[in-house]
């Protein structure tokens, strides 16, 4: 039987010698040992790369491969077959393994081996987190003994899901970075307020997936069991109140929810093939951003596919920009869109500060930018216009400051002439915000679209939440998202120029009356606009959607 296997084998890579010549990514650490190759997984997404010392020629029998290891972390693995055009997923083999303290062996397909083409590397992606010893990887002729083991393999591990109780749940609310240990931000509020208000709601957040081939990124989300634990203990220092609320997914259970909400296209997505498996209706929020652009031929498929799953119920959309994309690019009836415009602010006006106006009760004219940096130099927010104002204004004003919140600092772009006024707060919880809103004049959005990705673009108004609190916001609408929603006595568009928002900042400087008049009217909006309205909107497609 072994000279029988011997012929049957057509390559064999051993790592028990020596550690051949690869290329990692997200391995923290890699070192050999008396069973092989010992690789720490980071929690990201862990790969290995090998090339083959030789082509391998397609024979005409099926080939599988057979790798041998250990591993410390039950997870999905994953191997692409590159066969000399680059690596994608439809070319790889996922297979889910469970916790393996003893080395032990797996059986996976080689999938679109086409005749006339060669094999010439491999890339092994080991389940996030784990410590993965890799002995042995063999290239083999499918024989009938293989078959035979193959299919156990597949079938016990179909027979396991099956004969797992299914968790039942009414509507569950999926996301990838839910619970956090530091909360804050506008999914932190929604969830956190739906667990609240709704007894037969829970979350449940993602364990590591990844996209399937219509992606135009390669990244996965969601967050291994031992990060879920260390967030969800931070996060229940500021929510105790959902303890009982906070779940995490696992790949080997059934669930049965009436109803599952997710957010974002890149996201929902990811989703897909756990809403098949386990047949769960869901519905989910496009918000601008997550993959998600106009014009953007791997979103549209994103979308095309979502939409045609029969297990889609809707889509709650923010911006007019996105209803219509939808009616007119995408194929989906109408009926299953829900628009409403805008978004969440984390707050609400009777949690808000009295607010510190310009020489009646502090001696200085603030102005503030508050966002996450996702592009060099934050271009795609106006990070740059923002310092450029400050420079204009800080050398002809004794009076102006500018203040950042977020993850920029001093080295993204030059400001150590103006650094005696230019100001910088890091990354802040809501309660820090309620607080420094009720010193500021304006808050300053000149963000900019299709500079992240092809299509990309923000949400309007970005920067609500500072309306709610009384502060002026100055943003750019390039898309026309307003149209008309927002009066322009209660907001001020900007264009994405420095002379267009120095003229209207320094009129306001020069008019401030005006300008408190304009931020109380901004406020007043989002007030007869609150989120809470917003939430009991949402609460009503969610039980459209179940009964």
């Known amino acids: 039987m072994k000279n029988l296997l011997n012929k049957k084998i057509l390559y064999k890579l051993s790592f028990i010698e020596k550690i051949p010549d690869t290329q990692i990514y997200d391995i923290e650490k890699m070192e050999k040992s008396k069973e092989g190759i010992v690789l720490k ?52 083999t996922r297979m889910y393994i469970a916790k ?51 299919n156990i393999q597949k079938y016990s591990l179909v027979l ?16 990838s970075r839910f619970p956090s240990k530091k909360p804050l931000g506008f999914r932190n509020y929604e969830i956190s307020r739906l667990l609240r208000d709704l007894p037969n709601c829970e979350s449940y957040t993602m364990y590591p997936m990844k996209p ?22 931070g996060y229940l220092q500021f929510y105790p109140e959902n303890k009982n609320k906070i779940n995490y997914l696992s790949e080997n259970t059934r669930y049965k929810f009436k ?15 756990f809403y098949k498996k386990n047949k769960i209706p869901f519905i989910f929020c496009l918000y601008p951003g997550g993959a998600f652009g106009l014009d953007n031929p791997s979103s549209d498929k994103m979308l095309d596919e979502i939409f045609s799953c029969k297990y889609f119920r809707g889509v709650i959309v923010t911006q007019k920009v996105t209803y219509d994309y939808l009616i007119n ?103 820090f915000l309620l607080k420094f809103y009720s010193e500021m004049d304006i808050r300053l959005s000149p963000c900019r679209p299709f500079k992240l ?60 009356d005006k300008l408190y008049k304009l931020s109380y009217k901004g406020q007043k909006f989002q007030e007869d606009n609150s989120s809470l309205k917003r939430l009991e909107w949402v609460k009503s497609i969610f039980y459209r959607s179940i009964y």
């Open 41 to 92: 997984c980071g929690n990201i997404d862990p790969q290995i790369y090998f090339s083959l010392s030789h082509e391998l020629e397609k024979p005409l029998e099926n080939v599988v491969c057979e790798i041998t290891y250990s591993n410390t972390d039950a997870g999905s693995l994953q191997v692409f077959w590159d066969y000399g055009n680059g690596l994608s997923e439809t070319n790889s």
């Open 100 to 150: 393996s303290i003893k080395i032990t062996s797996i059986i996976l397909q080689i999938v679109n081996w086409e005749n006339g083409t060669k094999l010439v590397a491999i890339r092994v992606d080991p389940p996030n987190g784990s410590i993965f010893i890799l002995k042995t990887i063999r290239f083999m002729k499918e024989g009938h003994r293989l078959t035979i083991i193959r």
């Open 160 to 175: 396991r899901y099956n004969f797992v109780t299914p968790i039942k749940k009414d509507i569950a609310l999926i996301d």
């Open 212 to 233: 399937e081939i219509h992606a135009w990124f390669t990244h996965g989300y969601g967050m291994t069991k031992e990060e879920f634990e260390e967030n969800k203990k």
């Open 259 to 273: 109803l599952a909400y997710s957010y974002f296209l890149a996201e929902t997505y990811t989703l897909l093939p």
């Open 329 to 431: 690019k995408i194929n989906i009836d109408k009926n299953k869109i829900f628009y409403n415009f805008g978004g969440y602010a984390q707050f609400e006006v009777s949690q808000t500060f009295p607010h510190k106006k310009y020489k009646l009760d502090k001696a200085t004219f603030d102005i503030c930018f508050v966002a996450m940096k996702y592009s060099e130099k934050g271009i795609d927010k106006g990070y740059d216009l923002f310092v450029d104002t400050a420079k204009y204004f800080i050398k002809k004003y004794d009076d102006i400051r500018f203040h950042v919140v977020g993850n920029f600092n001093e080295t993204d772009i030059d400001v150590s002439d103006i650094k005696e006024r230019f100001y910088f707060y890091g990354i802040r919880q809501p309660d």
């Open 453 to 512: 990705y092809q299509g990309n673009f923000d949400g309007f108004p970005l920067g609500g939440e500072s309306m709610t609190c009384g502060v002026a916001l100055f943003t750019t609408d390039e898309l026309n998202n307003n149209r008309g929603q927002i009066s322009e006595n209660a907001i001020v568009i900007i264009q994405p120029d420095i002379d267009d928002i120095v003229k209207k900042i320094e009129f306001y400087y020069n008019n401030f």
